[in-house]
Nanobody, 125 residues
Framework: QVQLVESGGGLVQPGGSLRLSCAAS????????ARWYRQVPGNQRELVAS???????NEVDSVKGRFTISMDGAKKTVYLQMNSLKPEDTANYYC???????????????????WGQGTLVTVSS
């Protein structure tokens, strides 16, 4: 069973940076879309950034110019570079991706949506 594993969260001061990573627990063939969400307890999960296999990115207005989503195609690893962090960025961050585990899955459009377990980002002095 393939899973997404996130890493890179932690405590950082306002104005600091963190880079989150999201990788599959075993080899996969391709990623069609990758997304980062965040959630503060008691609030709805919010889409932060997305990236398609064609390289099209999108970020929510509150993080534009500060956060960048990217992917290492060879490693099938998705990143979220977060700069100029603010206290309001504090949340659990979740990776989501539509993946084809094998070439056959890709050819037959058998993409599945996977979620990571979440990684906590705390921005505080």
């Amino acid at each position: 069973q393939v899973q997404l594993v996130e890493s890179g969260g932690g405590l950082v001061q306002p104005g600091g940076s963190l880079r989150l990573s999201c990788a599959a627990s075993r080899n996969i063939f391709s990623v069609r879309v990758a997304r980062w969400y965040r959630q503060v307890p008691g609030n709805q999960r919010e889409l932060v950034a997305s990236l398609t296999s064609a390289g099209v990115t999108n970020e929510v207005d509150s993080v534009k110019g500060r956060f960048t989503i990217s992917m290492d195609g060879a490693k099938k690893t998705v990143y979220l570079q977060m700069n100029s962090l603010k206290p309001e960025d504090t949340a659990n961050y979740y990776c989501n991706a539509e993946v084809a585990v094998t070439f056959s899955d890709h050819v037959n459009d058998r993409y599945r949506a996977l979620w990571g377990q979440g990684t906590l980002v705390t921005v505080s002095s």
